[in-house]
């Protein structure tokens, strides 16, 4: 398993970004996937969920109705799609793959994810 995750980058406030990580392995379809941020001197945080086929996903409370998480397994890449961005959204972006049971996946800890991108910078201007 290889995540690598893309586009990150600068955006005002407002604006969209879409995120993307890719796994280079065969097995992208059978585990679940997350996504997580860190802002600088903080704690890593969970954004969203999403289960193995896709059906069904969690999103923090924090960007429910600005963010959705999707998958696509026949090109093994997951999305994290951002609109209406803030300044304190601001944070490196981490997608993770977990073989833990949707339930768990979903609750949004980081100690159930097996697996890890290197992470893509966002940033918010006011």
């Known amino acids: 398993v290889q995540l690598v995750e893309s586009g990150g980058g600068l955006v005002q406030a407002g604006g969209s970004l879409r995120l993307s990580c890719a796994d280079s392995?065969?097995?992208?379809?059978?585990?679940?996937m997350g996504w997580f941020r860190q802002a600088p001197g903080k704690e890593r945080e969970f954004v969203a969920a999403?289960?193995?086929?896709?059906?069904?996903?969690n999103l923090a409370g924090s960007v429910k109705g600005r963010f959705t998480i999707s998958r696509d397994n026949a090109k093994n890449t997951v999305y994290l799609q951002m609109n209406s961005l803030k300044p304190e959204d601001t944070a490196v972006y981490y997608c993770?793959?977990?073989?833990?049971?949707?339930?768990?996946?979903?609750?949004?800890?980081?100690?159930?994810?097996?697996?890890w991108g290197q992470g893509t910078q966002v940033t918010v201007s006011s």
């Open positions: 392995g065969p097995t992208f379809s059978s585990y679940a």
């Open positions: 999403i289960s193995w086929t896709g059906s069904t996903s």
């Open positions: 993770a793959g977990s073989h833990r049971t949707t339930a768990q996946a979903l609750l949004g800890t980081a100690l159930f994810y097996d697996y």
